[in-house]
């Protein structure tokens, strides 16, 4: 919340008359200051209709719900002969940094620490499980699903039609903490392709994506491992491991 300091100063004037003279000399000074103390406030995207899970240090579900609140500040002059009205505004760039209720930011990808686990390979269920942990000292938090494009392909996966819905929920990830992906594999059709290679990004409420990292899947014992797939799409972060049996 934007909040304003008023200070009003006013300064007398002093008027002296000499007895014995005709001049008289006399002034007067007035001044008034406003100051204003911009101490950030929390707006986002959706306003209050986002809700917000926590995804706490080591734990695989997070705890806790709250809503976000877009806060704006007006501050009035002390002198009472005008007013002025706060608001949040963006970089020198253009870009506002939305951040929630608490001022915690959007996590950007360089704070995040990738994982691609391989998982039933060959099987039905076959899928990619992405864990993303917060590196940082500070928490951050995400939204919606990665963009990940598979192997050589130029193509961003779309996302899973069956996944749950929440993909406008913003998770806040503690330091050390974690959220999961998912991405589905399906070789539906002769052509397929083949990798172990895969990038991926965070995605924004608005759909634009921060940036890229190289992955590389892992089979359960840390060995590369090459995924065959004709068509593939993938699900939200969340606090929980998809498809944990």
């Known amino acids: 919340m934007r909040t304003f300091r008023i200070g009003t100063t006013a300064l007398a004037a002093a008027t002296a008359a000499l007895a014995l003279t005709l001049t008289a ?3 007067s000074d007035s001044g008034s200051g406003v100051k204003a103390d911009a101490s950030q406030g929390g707006g986002t995207a959706e306003g209050s209709k986002n809700t ?63 994982s691609v686990l391989h998982r039933f390979p060959k099987q039905q269920g076959e899928h990619l499980l ?65 990798s172990a290679d895969l990038s991926l990004a965070l995605r924004d409420q608005t759909g634009d994506t921060g940036p890229g990292t190289d992955q590389q899947a892992f089979d359960s014992k840390g060995v590369p491992s090459k995924f065959t797939w004709s068509s593939a799409d993938v699900t939200n972060w969340n606090t929980a491991k998809p498809y944990d049996f």
């Open 130 to 194: 992405i864990t993303a942990r917060n590196a940082d000292s500070k928490p951050c938090w995400v939204t919606s699903y990665p963009s990940v494009i598979l192997g050589d392909t130029s193509n961003v996966l779309r996302h899973s039609p069956k996944d749950a819905p929440g993909g406008s929920t913003r998770i806040t990830v503690k330091p050390g903490g974690k959220v999961y992906s998912a991405v589905n594999l399906f070789t539906d059709s002769a052509k397929t392709h083949t």
């Open 52 to 114: 917000d899970k926590t995804a706490g240090t080591g734990g695989d579900k997070g705890t806790g719900t709250r809503s976000s609140q877009a806060s704006t500040g007006q501050g009035t002059s002390g002198s009472g002969s005008g007013s002025g009205s706060g608001s949040r505004s963006g970089s020198a760039s253009g870009k506002v940094t939305v951040v929630d209720s608490t001022g915690t930011r959007p996590c950007n990808g360089d704070e995040m620490s990738y």
């Open 25 to 27: 000399c006399g002034g």
